[in-house]
């Protein structure tokens, strides 16, 4: 991001909050041990560490009892709120379901749903059992699904009747599968739901509501959440219990949550920050949130942010220029005087976007950086710092990040180099579930490999600059162009194809794809619409391609590898630059 021309923002929001930072970051920064941290966890009786404890029961034990930990509003406007003393009961009452069909420490069970209340019962339930938590978007067609309930061997799938129907031909497909639980809220279906299924509402209401939270330790496995890389399936990056001192930490100084919060995080929990900072950190803060089920609209948007006082909110680039482009005077429409704090991830962030931010809420947005692989943010414009827009911030204390050349060897501040972390924060993941090999060409000479680039200013900010692979990402999500191709060459008439990020003002950047088709088939906007269709079924609006081009061949490397580098350079008009490995036609 371009630093020229936007002047920092002088600690707006802190001048006008009432409560004080939670972080000094100076302060921090000196004799900063995790230690400390790590023992403001509850812990299970015993030595134990469980993240469903630390987020449900340490609340429900004690004077947050009656404190509402989720206000749930649907899609048509319904509202619900549960108390951390209800999501006690429940999640003790869907971790007995879980224990009565067998499942054990350590076994996958999978969520793919929508953000019903359901969802986030199941998930805390669950961990409470020992099982390994994968939520899946709700928006992925059959292939995605396949391809991670296969790969992590999930015996259990919690879903719901729509859903359902949607992957029922990758079903058989589903080999370590034992039990499909159905969520029908509010008997929103109709119809009746499979024999061979269970009905969550008759499980829960036979579930005893107490629980013994099986005993899981600080190394022991949570959550999975697949991620995309330029070659191969996605992989599913796996974390610790022990993520949550991060994510409690995090919540506190880089989302600045204080007890009389209201919070929203837009993120689904199907991505990495739905659950870091759509269940974790506000709630092992003990902090209320909402959870609105419905999608993107900016007046609803806004009319959320009014009806329940949010406070604190974290969103993404994406939604915030969409924000923008819908207009200064429809937030002028509502009444958001709630909102003390913004948060924005997942993307770079414009200078513009912060600015407009500013202009409008009379606060900036206050960017930070994170992976699904480190778990928790790493990289912040805190409250009690300048906001530089366009960058995204300083290290969170205990964390180290570096800027390297290709030897490893730290770039002199003001230059592009590769974004490293050093090893060892706590909600570090800790593999790639089946994958070792890829896990460990992460590190290298002592440090995590990102695939960013970035630089650092004189000051310490760091300054995003792209990515160092062919990974796309559109509207926050990551897309492995491989999962698309491979997609794209199940349809009859491709014979291949190749898939690139192209820049967009909105989505930042758009699944572009190039095939070339089998002999017999002739282009047309017919066809083209058709594999576009075909694609969306597979996998889903988010990943499948925006656009489609035509192409007699694809250029390849005399390996026949794909060179969508160059695919990219033409798209765009820039020089080819190395092509001395392309295959000569
Ligand atoms: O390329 C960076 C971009 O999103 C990637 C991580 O995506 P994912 O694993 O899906 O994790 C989502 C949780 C944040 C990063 O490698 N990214 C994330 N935050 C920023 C960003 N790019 C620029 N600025 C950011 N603040």
Known sequence: MAEANFKPIKKTSVEKMEVKPNLDLEESYKDFDWESLYKQLDWLPGGGLNKAHEAIDRHANGDKRDKIAMIWEGKNGEREDYTFGDMQRLTNKFANILQSLGIQKGDRVFIFMDRLPELYIAFFGALKAGAVVGPLFSAFGPEPVRDRMQDSGAKVLVTQPDLRRKIAEIIPELFDLQHILIVNKDSRDPAPIDPQDLSYHEEMDKASEDFTTVVTGQYDYSIMHYTSGTTGKPKGAVHRHQAVVQQMATGRWALDLHDDDIYWCTADPGWVTGTSYGMLAPWTNGVTQLIYEGGFSASRWYEQIQKHKVTVWYTA??????????????????????????????????????????????????????????????????????????????????????????????????????????????????????????????????????????????????????????????????????????????????????????????????????????????????????????????????????????????????????????????ELGLPEGDTSTLEDD
Request: glycine share 8%; charged share 25%.
């Open 317 to 570: 680039p994406t939604a915030i220029r969409m924000l923008m482009k819908a207009g200064e005077e429809v937030p002028t429409r509502f009444d958001l005087s709630s909102l003390r704090y913004m948060c924005s991830v997942g993307e770079p962030l414009n200078p513009e976007a912060v600015v407009w931010g500013d202009d409008v809420f009379g606060m900036p947005f206050h960017d930070n950086w994170w992976q699904t692989e480190t778990g928790a943010i790493m990289c912040a414009n805190y409250p009690s710092m300048e906001v530089r827009p366009g960058s995204m911030g300083k290290p969170i204390p205990g964390v180290q990040l570096a800027i390297v050349d290709e030897d490893f060897n730290e770039v002199p501040d003001g230059e592009d180099g590769n974004l490293v972390v050093k090893p060892g924060w706590p909600s570090m993941f800790h593999g790639y579930w089946n994958n070792a090999e890829m896990y460990n060409s992460r590190f290298r000479k002592g440090w995590y490999i990102t695939g960013d680039t970035a630089r650092k200013d004189s000051d310490g900010y760091f300054w995003f600059v792209g990515r160092a692979d062919d990974v796309i990402n559109t509207a926050g999500h990551l897309v492995g162009p491989f999962e698309v191709e491979s997609a794209l060459i199940e349809h009859p008439a491709v014979a291949e194809a190749g898939v690139i990020g192209k820049p967009d003002e909105i989505a930042m950047e758009i699944v572009k794809a190039f095939v070339s088709l089998k002999d017999g088939y002739e282009e047309s906007t017919k066809l083209r619409n058709e594999i576009m269709r075909f694609a969306r079924e597979k996998l889903s609006t988010a990943i499948a391609p925006r656009e489609i081009d035509f192409i007699p061949s694809l250029p390849k490397t005399r390996s026949g590898k794909i060179m969508r580098r160059l695919l990219k350079a033409r």
